[in-house]
């Protein structure tokens, strides 16, 4: 049995204090993800110890970054068939996406 007696503990943990794009570096202080910004998983599914290193989770500051960012893991990834990337685009990003491609 254990004696348990009441006390006063000070507890430290990790607390998010900002968010930085995973493309340019951008930090911008917010407990949740900013207006305007994306998040999302990506990874593949094939054989191997690989298919868990290639998991991350990543957050964009730009529908420019999400592009740029895109490019990168298409161009690191493309070997793979089961490549994906899991994530929710609000429709204000889509507009901004759908801008820019216009414009390639
Ligand atoms: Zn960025």
Do not use: R
Not at 69 to 78: A, H, P, Q
């Amino acid at each position: 049995m254990i004696k348990q007696e009441l006390k006063e503990v000070i507890k430290k943990e990790l607390v998010g204090v900002s968010y930085v794009c995973d493309n340019c570096k951008k930090e911008e202080e917010s407990k949740k993800i900013p207006e305007g910004w994306v998040s999302f998983m990506s990874g593949h599914d094939e054989w191997g110890n690989d298919s868990c290193d290639s998991v991350e989770y990543l957050d964009l500051c730009s529908a420019e970054c999400y592009i740029e960012k895109l490019n990168e893991l298409y161009n690191d990834n493309k070997d793979y068939k089961t490549f994906e990337i899991k994530g929710d685009l609000t429709i204000l990003f889509i507009k901004k996406l759908l801008t820019l491609i216009k414009e390639l």
